[in-house]
């Protein structure tokens, strides 16, 4: 169990001022909850009227703080990774990584000190903040779930493409820092990938992201930190529509109650769960971060990836012009419009796309016989490839490969229409929309988008026997495991059979039947929530199917209600047959 009663000592002890306390919340891990009266505390009458929490500076875990601790072990492995390439989430993960597996050290081995040198809690950063690592849970999403179970109960899903991506990407980085670099030969304990995955994991699931709400006048060397972990708030779950809110000022981050929560607690004693909001999330974002979906998410939207045709004989100069101009292959379709950004357009009736997803349509359904041509023009620079951004997953920022050549050597690629060149997005959102075959490149646009989610479709389809697979091997797997013995008091031996040591139960799979050891309580708490997430990833993968028949059913009619109204299409298309 998470040490709840060592950690509000800690809290209170390190200035923590609340009206909140944190409890179990039925199946969503650990919650805050308003309670009134107000729990005892010290120095409670220190909050204001409406406010219900407040966590002092030198509790905000960032980037900075970490860079500052005095861990000898940490410090070298962020020398021998070169400071300027640890990035916020980078140092975060390194710190709650190297303080878990060193207190899961201790535990087992009664070592009082083997981290530093120095005997201030203060500068060592891993004893000021030890009760608050030892309430980290043992998350679980897609990402951390062995890979096998999560292809077959993703099996076919958007979701499934990022989550194998994700997984590549953070096997790649742990291999870096862990064999080329070697950045962790001096620690205690040695990480395993399955920790990494972890801390990666944990961090996403309960960063906040500061941005502008430090004040214009604070010159701090944290002031230019974005990304924060905030001990005591970060319990607090997601709701649609939250009824706390948070803000930065220069001795800390507060948290205030909005008015229906505070009305509600007037009347008499009342205990009610705060939530924030953390954002406008899909369940594909939820699933894929938190390890969660809400019912009835009334945000909906799907990214398609949607790469171009290799046998399009324009296909290289596209490819170049998506490169200068930043447009990933890839289109988000919102069924909201308020969901998405400002730049939002209608697609068709019901589905609204971006901007760049717009003009990445265009340049897909232009063909010579429309005027497209290209010719090779001296650059005056090579090109810029955007590179990946250490805090985000590729799927967001990684660009498609591509074989790009030299362009400063053999001139650069630049497309025509009618002998106008498509060097800039102005010049292309000029140009296209005053074409004759402008309502024809309408319709091949939405015949792009139906193709691409009839293809997800079918995927989805094709591969529903994997779903019923999988379930077959959890349900024998946790039969087997529940017939071994659980013991239920006190000192439960720690011993872990999903890993070599409690170290390794970072990442928990399906237990397996060994009855020469006791399963702990940690790992039935850790079987639960692999049990729970399963039924999320069954129950998200039919939603997505339900979405994406849905968008292809307004593409559709769409399609149907260009073909009826538009006589130049008719006439058009008419042409085409007679060529044909």
């Not at 990022?162 to 820092?177: D, G, M, P, Y």
């Amino acid at each position: 169990m998470i040490p709840l009663a060592s950690f509000c000592h800690w809290a209170n002890t390190n200035g923590v001022v609340s009206r909140l306390i944190p409890e179990d919340s039925k199946g969503m891990g650990i919650g805050l909850f308003f309670v009134n009266p107000a729990p005892e505390n010290n120095n409670k009458n220190e909050l204001d009227q409406g406010e219900l929490l407040f966590v002092p500076r030198s509790l905000l875990l960032s980037r900075s703080r970490v860079i500052q601790f005095n861990c000898p072990f940490l410090q070298k492995s962020i020398s021998i990774i070169n400071p300027s390439n640890v990035s916020e989430r980078l140092a975060i993960i390194l710190f709650i990584l190297s303080q878990r597996l060193l207190l899961e050290h201790r535990t087992q081995q009664k070592l009082d000190h083997s981290c530093s040198t120095s005997n201030s809690a203060d500068e060592s950063g891993q004893d000021l903040f030890a009760d608050y690592i030892a309430t980290l849970p043992d998350v679980s999403t897609p990402v951390t779930l062995d890979p096998e179970l999560v292809r077959g109960y993703l099996a076919g899903t958007l979701l499934l493409d990022s989550v194998c991506a994700k997984r590549s990407k953070l096997e790649a980085e742990f291999e870096h820092l862990s064999g080329k670099l070697g950045a962790f030969e001096d620690w205690p304990c040695r990480p395993t990938l399955e920790n990494f995955i972890w801390a990666d994991a944990t961090f996403w699931s309960r960063v906040l992201s500061f941005k502008t709400q430090w004040a214009d006048n604070d010159t701090s060397g944290d002031s230019n930190d974005d990304m924060h972990m905030v001990p005591y708030l970060d319990f607090a779950n997601h709701a649609v529509k939250p009824n706390i809110r948070w803000e930065v000022d220069f001795d800390g981050l507060r948290v205030w109650g909005q008015e229906s929560l505070l009305q509600d607690s007037k009347d008499g004693a009342v205990e009610r769960e705060v939530f924030l909001s953390y954002g406008n999330k899909p369940n594909t974002e939820l699933l894929f971060l938190y390890g969660f979906i809400l019912q009835n998410n009334p945000t909906q939207f799907l990214t398609l990836a949607m790469p171009m045709d290799e046998d399009d004989p324009y296909y290289m100069p596209k490819a170049h012009s998506l490169m200068r101009w930043r447009i990933l292959p890839r289109i988000p379709i919102y069924l909201n419009k308020t969901d998405g950004p400002d730049d939002l357009e209608e697609l068709c009736p019901g589905l609204w796309i971006t901007l760049k997803s717009r003009y990445l349509l265009w340049l897909y359904a232009l063909s010579e016989d429309d005027g497209l041509s290209a010719l090779i023009e001296e650059p005056e620079s090579k090109v810029c490839v955007m590179q990946d951004s250490a805090d985000q997953d590729d799927d967001e920022n990684a660009l498609e490969e591509a074989d790009l050549v030299d362009e400063d050597v053999v001139g650069q690629l630049v497309l025509t229409i009618n002998d106008t060149k498509i060097d800039t997005l102005e010049v292309l959102e000029s140009i296209v929309p005053k074409l004759d075959i402008f309502p024809v490149i309408k319709l091949r646009t939405l015949v792009l988008v139906s193709d691409r989610i009839e293809y997800y479709v079918s995927r989805i389809m094709e591969t529903g026997n994997r779903v019923q697979k999988a379930d077959i091997e959890t349900i024998k797997t946790l039969h087997s495991a529940n017939g071994s013995p659980t013991p239920d008091h006190a000192e439960i031996p720690r011993v872990s059979r999903i890993g070599k040591n409690i170290g390794d139960c970072l990442m928990p799979t399906i237990l397996e039947p060994d009855h020469t050891q006791p399963i702990t309580t940690r790992q039935l708490e850790a079987e639960t929530q692999v049990s729970n997430l399963v039924t999320m990833m069954k129950n998200y993968r039919a939603e997505e199917m339900n979405v994406l028949v849905g968008m292809g059913n307004v593409l559709g009619e769409a399609q149907t209600q260009c073909h009826e109204e538009s006589e130049f299409i008719q006439s058009y298309l008419a042409r085409m047959q007679l060529q044909e």
